[in-house]
């Protein structure tokens, strides 16, 4: 089972920046392909971005390409999501999630709320 745990979300104006972290623990970082999902009162979860196991892939949502950047840094088991140009429709709760290439599993974090607002 991996374990993942998210931080950065928060506060920020329309037209912002954030950087929402995630550090994995519990298997061999490389395993896994990451990405990150975000769930909006009242809508359901949707993959916003993922990134393959040595980051040479990237996948986005048309609403964010463009705006935000994932990246990993397999030296730290952690994955990032840049978000630039904020839009009051970005807020959401977001969750990393973990897909290991061996097992097929997937995991999720806790999740971390990042509220778009003037």
């Known amino acids: 089972q991996v374990q993942l745990v998210e931080s950065g979300g928060g506060l920020v104006q329309p037209g912002g920046s954030l950087t929402v972290s995630c550090a994995a623990s519990?298997?061999?970082?490389?395993?896994?392909?990451m990405g990150w999902f975000r769930q909006a009162d009242g809508k359901q979860r949707e993959l916003v971005a993922d990134?393959?196991?040595?980051?040479?892939?990237?996948n986005y949502a048309d609403s964010v390409k463009g705006r935000f950047t994932v990246s990993r840094d397999n030296s730290k088991n952690t994955v990032y999501l840049q978000m630039n140009n904020l839009k009051p429709e970005d807020t959401a709760v977001y969750y990393c999630?973990?897909?290991?290439?061996?097992?097929?599993?997937?995991?999720w974090g806790q999740g971390t709320q990042v509220t778009v607002s003037s």
């Open positions: 519990g298997r061999p970082f490389t395993l896994l392909v």
């Open positions: 999630n973990a897909r290991d290439r061996l097992t097929r599993r997937q995991d």
């Open positions: 990134i393959s196991n040595f980051g040479s892939t990237t």
